[in-house]
């Protein structure tokens, strides 16, 4: 049986997977870095899953996370970083406009 959504049913989809990860933010100075979990940054034996840079207007993005919303969503890895890099402005006070993937 297929479905039909829109694009931005489709998206809130994600960012609502995405939100669920329970991704621990902590601000370091102007900038943010995701860790996977609070237990994970307070030990120092997590991953740090994004990591804003707020005077390079760029955000850099595990490369896990990235190749797990794409094979979960059926996206190529263009569009996961696009998807995960809009979710993140959600997530900080201030706009990244560059995203890449670590």
Do not use: P
């Not at 237990?39 to 955000?59: K, L, P």
Request: aromatic share 18%; glycine share 2%.
């Amino acid at each position: 049986m297929k479905y039909l959504i829109t694009e931005s049913r489709f998206i809130n989809l994600i960012f609502d997977y995405l939100t669920s990860q329970n991704f621990y933010k902590v601000k370091h100075f102007r900038d943010y870095i995701f860790w996977s979990s609070k237990q994970d940054y307070y030990e120092s034996t997590g991953r740090v899953y994004i990591s804003t840079h707020r005077s390079n207007d760029d955000c850099a993005i595990s490369s896990d996370l990235v190749d797990e919303i794409s094979s979960m969503f059926n996206l190529d890895l263009s569009d996961s970083l696009d998807v995960i890099g809009a979710w993140v402005n959600t997530q900080i006070d201030f706009d990244i406009n560059h995203f890449y993937s670590i």
